[in-house]
């Protein structure tokens, strides 16, 4: 099935405005592998998988996929083999209904209309959204959202699935959803994200990106249980590995030592959702929702409070 491998050779892009963001990655990826790719922010995370599917062009060196060769006469033909997953799935979803966003890629892939039904309901039905179909995207929820786009995907029938931070913004019961969906997916899988926890459920193998090239790539296993390792990758053991080394440790950690380690930890999170607020209450604000807006700038306010307290309790512990 050679088809479903990609493979980048010393490939390099730079974005208009001069700034690099991929410096020579290079990595093979097989028919069927699940493959986490994590690294920092500003790392060249996305840049890389939006070459994947042709979305970018790289300045210099080679990405093949399949049997064809990136370039802007193959992009389109790429396109029907990576089905790429942004990180905001609004980005995916702008039709009046689920069903039409999700009959959106197979019109254009010219299937037939009496076929994009029977595409459309599998779909929805692998994902668990089928009585969604008829629904403005605009009134789902976040987790929804996500669900459906991943279905705009795979109505495609890509054989190389490709996303961008999935679990972005999902609650807890949304997140293990997406997780068991991932497992369940049998092609080539290529999964980023900065829940290093997701990764290590789901993928078998891990590339770590810094500074645009590839930084570390193996058992995902080992990899991410590697601590000098991310830590010189500017990131941190999956949090399921840090209560596994805070348990080792009992013995030799005083009780005020972990609870520095968990304030530490509960502040970075509570930093990540005080970005979030502040986000959706500008998408708020520019939807005319201007109370909505200035109700989710006070949780954002409180969010940065919050973090400012926490900041103070490690300062006393």
């Not at 990405?63 to 609004?90: A, E, W």
Request: contains cysteine; charged residues 25%; negative net charge.
């Amino acid at each position: 099935m050679s088809h479903h491998f990609v493979e980048f050779k010393d490939v390099h892009f730079r974005y208009p405005d001069g700034s690099s963001a991929l410096n020579g990655a290079s990595f093979r990826i097989s028919h069927g592998e699940s493959v986490g790719i994590v690294g920092a922010n500003g790392a060249g995370k996305s840049t890389l998988l939006m070459h994947i599917n042709g979305h970018l062009l790289p300045s210099s060196g080679s990405i093949v996929v399949g049997d064809l060769q990136l370039d802007k006469h193959t992009r389109q033909d790429i396109r029907k083999k990576v089905g790429l997953v942004f990180q905001n799935p609004d980005d995916q979803l702008f039709m009046p209904t689920v069903f039409d966003d999700v009959a959106f890629g197979p019109l254009n892939l010219g299937i037939s209309a009496d076929r994009i039904a029977e595409r459309v309901e599998e779909a929805l039905d692998t994902v668990g959204c089928l009585k969604l179909k008829d629904k403005p995207p605009h009134h789902l929820s976040s987790g929804q959202k996500s669900a459906v786009a991943i279905a705009t995907v795979i109505a495609m029938r890509p054989d190389i699935l490709v996303m961008d931070e999935p679990a972005s913004n999902l609650d807890p019961k949304s997140r293990r959803q997406l997780i068991e969906l991932l497992k369940a997916f049998e092609h080539t899988k290529i999964v980023a994200s900065h829940d290093l926890d997701l990764i290590l459920d789901v993928c078998k193998r891990c590339i770590v990106i810094k500074d645009g090239r590839v930084a570390a790539d193996g058992p995902a296993e080992a990899i991410l249980s590697n601590k000098a390792l991310l830590e010189g990758n500017n990131l941190e053991l999956p949090l399921s590995l840090q209560k596994q080394s805070i348990n080792k440790e009992s013995t030799s950690m005083d009780d005020m030592a972990k609870l520095n380690h968990l304030l530490h930890h509960w502040k970075e999170h509570n930093d990540e959702h005080a970005a979030t607020y502040r986000e959706w209450a500008a998408k708020a604000e520019q939807a005319g929702k201007s109370e909505l807006a200035e109700t989710l700038r006070g949780i954002y306010g409180a969010a940065k409070n919050l973090s400012s307290l926490f900041d103070e309790a490690m300062k006393k512990t």
